[in-house]
């Protein structure tokens, strides 16, 4: 599966901003998809994911309360909203997909990514 995020851009502290991964050569439903972040000179870590049919999701402590994830199968696109962003969720955000059922939050579990987009909150 190919997966393209999109979406990223610059927002002030405490404003909101969605990012999108569009699926393409698969289907998109045999997935588990999940976002993760990498901030300069951090690793990449998780943030969220959410089940094949959308009806479980599990975040990151970070980010809980704050940010949703979602899926629209029929689209091939997941989602992720934020809100109430804090500068420290500046960062490279990143879709991933798993061909498998259980919700995973290591990115060694993931063999498919996206290219990143970049989302700045500014203090």
């Known amino acids: 599966v190919q997966l393209q995020a999109s979406g990223g851009g610059l927002v002030q502290a405490g404003g909101s901003l969605s990012v999108s991964c569009a699926a393409s050569?698969?289907?998109?439903?045999?997935?588990?998809m999940a976002w993760f972040r990498q901030a300069p000179g951090k690793e990449r870590e998780f943030v969220a994911v959410?089940?094949?049919?959308?009806?479980?999701?599990f975040y990151a402590d970070s980010v809980k309360g704050r940010f949703t994830i979602s899926r629209n199968n029929a689209k091939n696109t997941a989602y992720l909203q934020m809100s109430s962003l804090k500068p420290e969720d500046t960062a490279v955000y990143y879709c991933?997909?798993?061909?498998?059922?259980?919700?995973?939050?290591?990115?060694?579990?993931?063999?498919?990514w996206g290219q990143g987009t970049q989302v700045t909150v500014s203090s």
């Open positions: 991933a997909a798993d061909f498998g059922y259980v919700l995973r939050y290591t990115v060694e579990s993931y063999d498919y």
């Open positions: 050569g698969r289907t998109f439903s045999n997935y588990v």
């Open positions: 959410i089940s094949r049919g959308g009806g479980s999701t």
